[in-house]
């Protein structure tokens, strides 16, 4: 049975899954920040996927990657599986611009993370879970 690992359960807000993926807001302001984890147990790697959840990684990454950059206006997309720190596969979904507190920096590190008022949180996560409103898109209520 799958089991988020309880770090990122602490640094994120749950938004919604896709067929393969949880998405998670990470919990910084500074930043358009998401993690999409393959709902699979004992995954730390992508090519530890099968074939067909590869396949289907791809296409959500790229899904929320299109959807978030329309939704803020971004100039680029930071994508990242790093797991240095936890294990679990998760892959970071960052939204750049150049008004944004590191650019062009990469954004670990560059400055500390901004936590979210309650509502300036409401509208974030509002905003994304519309961005990625289809079929396919399953929101956290």
Same mark, same amino acid.
């Given at each position: /049975?799958?089991? #988020? %690992?309880? $770090?990122?359960?602490? %640094?994120?807000?749950? #938004?919604?899954?896709?067929?393969?993926? $949880?998405?998670?807001? /990470?919990?910084?302001?500074?930043?358009?920040w998401v993690l999409l984890v393959p709902q699979r147990t004992g995954v730390n790697e992508i090519f530890q996927l099968d074939s067909d959840d590869q396949e289907q990684l791809v296409w959500e990454s790229s899904f929320v990657s299109e959807r978030l950059m329309k939704a803020f206006n971004g100039i680029k997309m930071n994508i990242a599986a790093l797991g240095n720190v936890v294990p679990q596969l998760h892959i970071h979904h960052v939204v750049r611009s150049d008004s944004d507190p590191s650019w062009p920096n990469p954004?670990?590190?560059?400055?500390?993370?901004?936590?979210?008022?309650?509502?300036?949180?409401?509208?974030?996560?509002?905003?994304?879970?519309?961005?990625?409103?289809?079929s396919a898109f399953v929101p956290k209520v």
């Open positions: /049975m799958f089991e #988020l %690992d309880y $770090r990122l359960e602490n %640094d994120c807000v749950w #938004l919604g899954s896709l067929s393969l993926c $949880r998405i998670l807001l /990470m919990k910084d302001a500074n930043y358009p954004v670990w590190g560059a400055v500390p993370p901004k936590a979210y008022t309650a509502h300036s949180l409401a509208e974030r996560i509002e905003t994304i879970q519309a961005a990625l409103q289809t």
